[in-house]
């Protein structure tokens, strides 16, 4: 099997780096279609206006649904052609990226992508997450190629929510974890090959960066400035994990994570923060050293993300905890999921002992 890394054209990150699109967009083409939800729309669409006008592009501005769905896309995609947009600019978080991702692909038009938070690492990727109109995961829809450009403004992302930078947090942390699994079984990557050393080191960075870095930018975005460290966070969060899971591969993190989506109570959960609490039953599943589970123990509760059932919506005392535990973990090896690319063959039935015991761990961390 060949190795194979990927990555955007363009990748472009720094205070008001938003100011510039116009310039860059100008490159591709001259009349954009521009999605984002009503939230970014104050936040960003002013600023892209200004930008394009300044050098005589176009922009229609359109406002985004709440989900990734089939539907959405195609409305989206509607209204893309009855205006003879011949690009597609998203802005916003992971749902709205992916959307307009899927938009660019089925109208074969340019992409440039504006992420307003560093919640995930979908906005390098060359994929987008579909999800059911009803929130839960549906599958994953591959592109030949990423994004044409990506925009990271930190100015604009500083100021975002710290839950969704935290949540950005959660998500890369298991860059590294997934990527050595699947170098251990030699599984296909996203990028369709086996993962390179390139792409291995960027996601050992990406978890080394989070230890080092990860708290102290949280305190600088809780007061909403961006310093060194939280500009080294953005990069970490949306660069080295969005190269890093592409290119050397998911596992178990992800696939529990879409185990979760199956219950209601975990669907107000941000997606870093039920990958996050995934990342530790991997762990678990694969019978780490008790120095790494307590690393990894130690990050996440300092910083605030998951580490036990009750954390992401599972509660004490449901009569029914057992039977959805066991649902999410069959979720979690359906046909298909990444968990198969673990070094080992994985049953339900092991996933639903290292999510019990991961959520014992967390407990027992926390007294």
């Known amino acids: 099997m060949l190795q194979i890394i990927q990555s955007p054209s363009k990748y472009i990150q720094g205070p008001n780096a938003l ?18 939800d009503d939230i970014v729309m104050k936040i960003a669409a ?68 504006v992420p307003t938070i560093a919640s995930n690492d979908a906005p390098t990727s060359a994929l987008s997450v579909i999800y059911k109109e009803t929130g839960e995961f549906d599958e994953y829809l591959m592109f030949p190629t990423n994004p ?16 969704l930078f ?19 079984s030699r599984a296909q990557t996203m990028a369709g090959g086996q993962s ?34 939280v ?38 959960m941000y997606h870093g923060e039920k990958v996050a609490f995934g990342t530790l039953t991997q762990l678990v599943l694969e ?4 120095e790494e589970l307590e690393t990894v123990l130690e990050f996440c ?17 449901d009569g029914f905890k057992e039977k959805k535990i066991m649902d999410v973990a069959k979720a979690s090896c359906a046909e298909g999921e990444s968990i198969h690319n673990m070094p080992f063959k994985v049953t339900p039935e092991q996933v639903y002992a290292a999510i019990l015991t991961a959520d014992a761990l967390g407990k027992a961390w926390q007294a």
């Open 301 to 317: 509760d300092r910083i605030g993300l998951p580490i036990t059932l009750a954390q992401i919506g599972v509660k004490e005392g």
């Open 19 to 36: 100011k510039e699109i116009g310039h860059y967009a100008k490159l591709l083409s001259d009349h954009y279609l521009v999605i984002a």
């Open 166 to 184: 935290v949540a950005g947090m959660g998500d890369a942390l298991s860059t590294y974890f997934e990527g050595r699994a699947c170098s251990l």
């Open 287 to 290: 019978n780490a050293p008790k």
């Open 148 to 163: 044409d450009m990506v925009f990271m403004d930190t100015t604009i992302i500083a100021k975002a929510p710290v839950r």
């Open 231 to 268: 500009n080294r966070i953005v990069e970490a969060n949306t660069y080295l994990s969005g190269i890093g899971f592409e290119s050397s591969g998911l596992a178990a993190a992800h696939a529990i994570h879409n185990g979760f989506t199956i219950l209601e109570e975990c669907h107000h």
């Open 46 to 113: 002013p600023i892209i206006e200004e930008s394009l006008k300044k050098v005589s592009i176009e922009g229609l501005f359109e406002r985004f649904g709440s989900e990734c769905s089939k539907k959405e896309i195609q409305r989206l995609g509607d209204v893309l052609k009855a205006n003879n947009c011949r690009g597609v600019i998203g802005a916003g978080g992971g749902k709205t990226l992916d959307t307009a991702k899927a938009v660019a692909y089925y109208h074969k038009v340019p992409v440039l992508i």
């Open 196 to 229: 390179t050393l390139a792409a291995m080191g960027l996601a050992r960075l990406c978890y080394d960066t989070l230890l080092e870095e990860g708290y102290k930018a949280k305190l600088a975005v809780e007061n909403g400035v961006a310093t060194i460290a």
